[in-house]
């Protein structure tokens, strides 16, 4: 224990991050009457006690259709996730299938839980409403708590345990009730993705579209990264495990933001982690760590782990990931009206850059993308 292309929907690299940024003095200017009032009147239900005169603080939101509101103040606060009537059930990232009967959050929150990892608390869910009460885990997120890399080797040293010591637990104790034993990573969704990059990191993003013979060879290339990467042995994979979806709270690693999370390749919240486009992170640094994940995955009661193999399908998977993300920041400013994240685009693509050079084979295709996209030029 721990102490895309058919039917496939948009999906959400941005996350949550509960760092506080707006303030709202006056919440008859900011909000309704009527959203204060049910956002007060679900947590005096949650708490079983009238809390009709709390404060209320909009939380700095992401990319996806959810708000978060604090009610309240420390000590004596909790969080309010409202979600739009009627999208509560679907998932903001790429998936297929059909939608589930369970709130996600709830679904994967329930299966974490037994594992013994650490997420937050559900107070109340009110369906009709589109609200939930959650425990208040305070601003402070994992890329908050690094303090500029001041805690860098211990802070990731503990996620990458934290994540190994999940996966060997997860698969060992498989639970079909668990959406995220229900979907998987295949080679469709590997390579809707590569193509959502196309469309938008590399054409909306350059201005310019590829030949018929260059987007023939881009297909080709994509479908065989798509085909390699599916191949792999697949577990429960968390999706977007990276510096914004941690919180630290009184010394404990809360993971949220877990609600996508489905069956993928051991490497993949690793990717996540280690090549967020927050917090970048040199070579030699991953590779202690990707080293730390082995050593924790075979003390937990893992398998052994090659090393080198495993680095080189890393190596393969961040160019995947990586690209598809810079691709998703720029959907989210063009069709979501959100710039936020253009600035983590070139941090994405430097990623993808040092991925290339590891993986010579991919030489091509590397030459081929840079035509559109300088910055990937080797």
């Known amino acids: 224990m721990l102490a895309r292309r058919a039917a496939i929907v948009s999906f959400d690299p941005g996350r949550r991050d509960f760092d506080s940024v707006e303030r709202f003095p006056t919440l008859r200017s900011t909000f309704s009457m009527e959203l204060e009032a049910a956002l007060r009147d679900q947590v005096g239900q949650a708490i079983g006690r009238p809390f009709s005169h709390a404060p209320i603080k909009k939380l700095k939101g992401d990319a996806s259709n959810r708000s978060y509101y604090r009610v309240g103040a420390p000590p004596e606060s909790w969080v309010v996730m409202e979600m739009p009537v009627g999208t509560t059930k679907k998932s903001e990232e790429a998936t297929k299938g059909e939608p589930p009967k369970e709130l996600p959050f709830i679904n994967v929150h329930r299966y974490l839980e037994q594992l013994g990892v650490r997420v937050p608390r559900i107070l109340r869910y009110d369906e009709p409403a589109g609200m939930m009460v959650l425990e208040d885990l305070s601003d402070l997120t994992f890329e908050a708590a690094l303090e500029g890399g001041k805690h860098q080797e211990a802070l990731y040293g503990r996620a990458v345990e934290l994540l190994a010591r999940l996966r060997v637990e997860a698969e060992r104790k498989v639970d079909p009730e668990c959406?995220?034993?229900?979907?998987?990573?295949?080679?469709?969704?590997?390579?809707?993705?590569?193509?959502?990059?196309?469309?938008?990191?590399?054409?909306?993003?350059?201005?310019?579209?590829?030949?018929?013979?260059?987007?023939?060879?881009?297909?080709?290339?994509?479908?065989?990264?798509?085909?390699?990467?599916?191949?792999?042995?697949?577990?429960?994979?968390?999706?977007?495990?990276?510096?914004?979806?941690?919180?630290?709270?009184?010394?404990?690693?809360?993971?949220?933001?877990?609600?996508?999370?489905?069956?993928?390749?051991?490497?993949?919240?690793?990717?996540?982690?280690?090549?967020?486009?927050?917090?970048?992170?040199?070579?030699?640094?991953?590779?202690?760590?990707?080293?730390?994940?082995?050593?924790?995955?075979?003390?937990?009661?893992?398998?052994?782990?090659?090393?080198?193999?495993?680095?080189?399908?890393?190596?393969?998977?961040?160019?995947?990931?990586?690209?598809?993300?810079?691709?998703?920041?720029?959907?989210?400013?063009?069709?979501?009206?959100?710039?936020?994240?253009?600035?983590?685009?070139?941090?994405?693509?430097?990623?993808?850059?040092?991925?290339?050079?590891?993986?010579?084979?991919?030489?091509?295709?590397?030459?081929?993308?840079?035509?559109?996209?300088?910055?990937?030029?080797?």
Not at 181 to 207: K, Q, V
Not at 340 to 359: D, E, H, Q, T, W
């Open 179 to 378: 959406l995220a034993f229900t979907r998987a990573f295949d080679e469709d969704l590997y390579d809707w993705e590569l193509h959502h990059f196309r469309e938008w990191g590399l054409e909306a993003w350059s201005g310019k579209k590829p030949s018929d013979a260059e987007r023939a060879e881009l297909d080709r290339t994509f479908r065989e990264i798509a085909r390699t990467l599916a191949a792999a042995p697949r577990g429960f994979t968390h999706r977007d495990y990276q510096s914004r979806n941690i919180m630290v709270k009184e010394g404990e690693l809360v993971v949220i933001d877990f609600q996508d999370a489905l069956q993928g390749p051991r490497q993949y919240d690793l990717v996540a982690l280690l090549r967020d486009s927050y917090v970048e992170l040199d070579r030699d640094f991953v590779d202690r760590m990707l080293d730390r994940y082995i050593q924790a995955f075979q003390e937990a009661g893992g398998e052994r782990i090659e090393p080198g193999p495993f680095k080189d399908f890393f190596d393969l998977l961040t160019i995947q990931r990586k690209l598809k993300d810079a691709g998703r920041f720029e959907f989210i400013n063009r069709v979501k009206g959100n710039p936020g994240f253009l600035v983590s685009i070139p941090a994405s693509l430097r990623y993808v850059k040092a991925a290339f050079a590891r993986r010579p084979e991919l030489r091509p295709l590397q030459e081929l993308i840079s035509r559109y996209v300088p910055e990937l030029a080797a």
